[in-house]
């Protein structure tokens, strides 16, 4: 990568010294800037032909039809900001190439072809972003129309040796999950939350560490496809972590993100690296306190916006959009019950999920405590709001089950887990969604 505010001899001469040091140049892309170039701008610096056009565009196809091995950047402010520049490394990783400067160098995450079934990533651009629940609807909505999924899931708090557990041949109740708490494990992991809600086979990874592009420093992930490809199943659902994304090939790949997510997730840093490697988008929480329709319809606009800027890539299709909102639905009927409901949403949100409830599945709930990620703060907010409730109505999150779920049993009320289910706003449909992206992924695997 070059650029036009640098001399042509001066770009001549250092690229005359990565050769020196070794280093074959099968390109040079111009990134930008006239200034010091002559008026009919350059045809070629260092024998070698420049090429033209929209940065990003020009790069891309430069790595299609050569299959470099690196992409050396000897361009700078102001051709290249901050913004530009991750746009053109993201470019590279999404092509499996390093991308090196004056002072960085950022290498794709590894994304081996691991898994023996077609599969789907389930990405997000952070926590909290609602990937549980969209992996989770993937594979009720999978299986109910005729496929086998089996759910793959990392988190911070896997176990140390993969494991699998079969949701579809368990029936999972509050004691089983307080057992494995008290044998030490996050019995509120995701594997577990797939498991009860979902009723699929999963496979339990950890991981730790996670880099700007998604990458992971160490992870079980890969011995946990193997597990999972002998399980008997026609698909496999890779569950990301947090922003990291499961260090594996996906034949197609599915991006949550918030419709509260700051802009520059999605148009600096390497958001656009995020955007390229997706099918789909599932915008979630469209509605208030953490959004709105508008708001969500704003987020899936600029994710095409931010994907025309970067040129298009004739080899991929524009991401389908899906606008959601979260709905709390109870695993079993709490209807007539008076109920506790512990979450990880936002106070401003706690309005909403008790309309919800009442109005759809008949409970009558008497308090919402909000502090199931906060275990400093939960027990002492669940004793004081109990408010003669008989049920405790809890997200499969966080402390749910070694604090929220042994204070209740202890406290003899009953513990129902709750879903927070994915529904489409304006039309938007996330099954058809699903199941198109399930049919994606046999196509590609083949």
């Known amino acids: 990568m070059v650029d036009g505010e640098h001399y042509p001899p001066v770009v001549e001469a250092a690229i005359h010294t990565l050769r020196l040091r070794g280093r074959e140049i099968v390109a040079v892309v111009m990134a930008g800037g006239r200034e010091k170039l002559p008026p009919a701008g350059v045809a070629s610096i260092a024998g070698i032909a420049v090429r033209g056009g929209h940065p990003a565009s020009a790069l891309g196809r430069a790595i299609r039809e050569l299959s470099p091995e690196l992409v050396v950047d000897l361009s700078d402010e102001p051709v290249l900001d901050y913004r530009r520049r991750h746009e053109l490394v993201s470019i590279a990783l999404l092509h499996g190439v390093p991308y090196e400067g004056a002072d960085f160098f950022f290498s794709p995450p590894p994304r081996p072809r691991?898994?023996?079934?077609?599969?789907?990533?389930?990405?997000?651009?952070?926590?909290?972003?609602?990937?549980?629940?969209?992996?989770?609807?993937?594979?009720?909505?999978?299986?109910?129309?005729?496929?086998?999924?089996?759910?793959?899931?990392?988190?911070?708090?896997?176990?140390?040796?993969?494991?699998?557990?079969?949701?579809?041949?368990?029936?999972?109740?509050?004691?089983?999950?307080?057992?494995?708490?008290?044998?030490?494990?996050?019995?509120?992991?995701?594997?577990i939350e797939d498991a009860l809600l979902a009723g699929v086979p999963t496979v339990g990874c950890r991981r730790c560490g996670g880099g700007l592009a998604g990458g992971v420093a160490i992870s079980n992930v890969a011995e946990g496809i193997e597990l999972a490809n002998d399980l008997p199943g026609d698909l496999m659902i890779l569950e990301g972590s947090g922003s990291a994304i499961p260090p594996a090939h996906a034949d197609v790949t599915g991006l949550v993100v918030p419709a509260s997510v700051p802009d520059e997730y999605l148009l600096g840093y390497l958001g656009p690296y995020r955007l390229l490697l997706c099918d789909?988008?599932?915008?979630?929480?469209?509605?208030?306190?953490?959004?709105?329709?508008?708001?969500?319809?704003?987020?899936?606009?600029?994710?095409?916006?931010?994907?025309?800027?970067?040129?298009?890539?004739?080899?991929?299709?524009?991401?389908?959009?899906?606008?959601?909102?979260?709905?709390?639905?109870?695993?079993?009927?709490?209807?007539?019950?008076?109920?506790?409901?512990?979450?990880?949403?936002?106070?401003?949100?706690?309005?909403?999920?008790?309309?919800?409830?009442?109005?759809?599945?008949?409970?009558?709930?008497?308090?919402?405590?909000?502090?199931?990620?906060?275990r400093g703060r939960l027990k002492g907010e669940l004793e004081a709001g109990r408010n003669g409730a008989e049920v405790l109505l809890c997200e499969v999150k966080a402390a749910a089950v070694d604090v929220a779920t042994r204070w209740a049993l202890e406290a003899r009320m009953e513990v129902v887990y709750m879903d927070n289910v994915p529904h489409g706003i304006a039309g938007d449909d996330p099954v058809a969604t699903l199941l198109w992206a399930g049919n994606l992924a046999t196509s590609r695997c083949r």
């Open 114 to 191: 691991l898994a023996s079934k077609p599969t789907i990533a389930i990405i997000g651009t952070g926590k909290r972003s609602g990937k549980t629940a969209v992996a989770g609807l993937a594979a009720r909505s999978l299986a109910a129309d005729g496929r086998s999924p089996v759910v793959v899931a990392m988190g911070r708090g896997g176990p140390a040796q993969p494991e699998v557990l079969r949701g579809d041949a368990l029936d999972l109740a509050p004691t089983d999950l307080l057992a494995w708490a008290d044998a030490g494990k996050h019995a509120a992991s995701d594997y």
């Open 280 to 374: 789909f988008v599932f915008v979630t929480m469209a509605s208030a306190p953490s959004g709105s329709d508008s708001r969500a319809s704003t987020v899936a606009s600029l994710i095409k916006s931010v994907l025309r800027s970067l040129g298009g890539d004739d080899s991929r299709d524009e991401p389908r959009m899906v606008r959601t909102v979260f709905r709390p639905t109870p695993t079993r009927s709490v209807e007539g019950a008076l109920v506790m409901v512990a979450t990880t949403a936002p106070e401003e949100a706690g309005g909403l999920l008790k309309k919800h409830l009442e109005e759809h599945h008949g409970c009558r709930v008497t308090t919402v405590v909000h502090a199931l990620a906060d």
